[in-house]
């Protein structure tokens, strides 16, 4: 079975400030991971996904993960956060079982960007 | 040209009732899925369709039913709605092996 951990149900950072929203999955096969942003009151927006390609993954709006097998982590980092980053941003494991897959989405955290 | 669309976004119905959220996607993906946020945000999914044929079925009172007319189409109908139904419903899409799914922008239900 698999399962995504996002430690931190709210995280606060200064404007200009480094973020990193942590992820840490489980999965008995290797694993397709995805970060997802929803702003209030919207649908989910992915911001990147990792395939087996480069585990350094860069998505939109400057964010970037990076896939570390040994450490089951996938945490999400921007160097300098904006004001309209503030956001729920969820992290999610899809097993790669064909058709079949779906996605297992973490509790989510909350990002809030003070000026 | 919305990829994944959903009708309609909000809904608020009484205790009882029978309602029906639409969901269509013109990305010509495989699989169709639905999911439930509930107020803490959590995201949990309740069916997911292959080509109009149910792939899964989670622990979803079977007041739910999923509905796929056609590989484009996957409509829920829910009956006898109760209040802990109320929640945000998102239809998502996928080509096969899950490989890069796109969300619906949700509907709001409230029951009251």
């Known amino acids: 079975a698999q399962s995504v951990t996002q430690l931190g149900s709210h995280v606060s950072v200064s404007e200009g400030a480094l973020v990193l929203l942590r992820c840490n999955y489980s999965?008995?096969?290797?694993?397709?991971l995805f970060w997802y942003v929803q702003y209030p009151n919207q649908g989910l927006q992915l911001l990147l996904k990792?395939?087996?390609?480069?585990?350094l993954v860069k998505g939109i709006n400057g964010f970037e993960a990076e896939f570390k097998k040994s450490e089951t982590s996938f945490h999400l980092t921007k160097p300098s956060a904006h004001m309209s980053d503030a956001a729920e941003y969820f992290c999610a494991v899809s097993d790669r079982g064909g058709s079949q897959g779906n996605l297992i989405f973490g509790k989510g955290t909350k990002l809030s960007v003070k000026p | 040209d919305t990829a994944v669309s959903q009708t309609p976004k909000y809904l608020v119905t009484q205790m009882g009732n029978d309602k029906s959220i639409k969901c269509e996607q013109n990305l010509g993906h495989d699989t169709m899925y639905w999911y439930k946020q509930d107020s803490k945000k959590f995201l949990k999914i309740m069916f997911s369709?292959?080509?109009?044929?149910?792939?899964i079925n989670e622990t979803v009172p079977n007041r739910f039913s999923p509905k796929s007319p056609d590989k484009a189409h996957l409509n829920l109908h829910i009956n006898s709605l109760e209040l802990g139904d109320s929640a945000v419903y998102f239809c998502?899409?996928?080509?096969?092996?899950?490989?890069?799914?796109?969300f619906g922008s949700g509907t709001r239900l409230t029951v009251v």
């Open positions: 369709y292959n080509n109009k044929e149910l792939i």
């Open positions: 999965s008995s096969v290797p694993p397709y």
């Open positions: 998502a899409s996928s080509p096969p092996q899950g490989y890069g799914y796109t």
């Open positions: 990792y395939t087996s390609a480069a585990t």
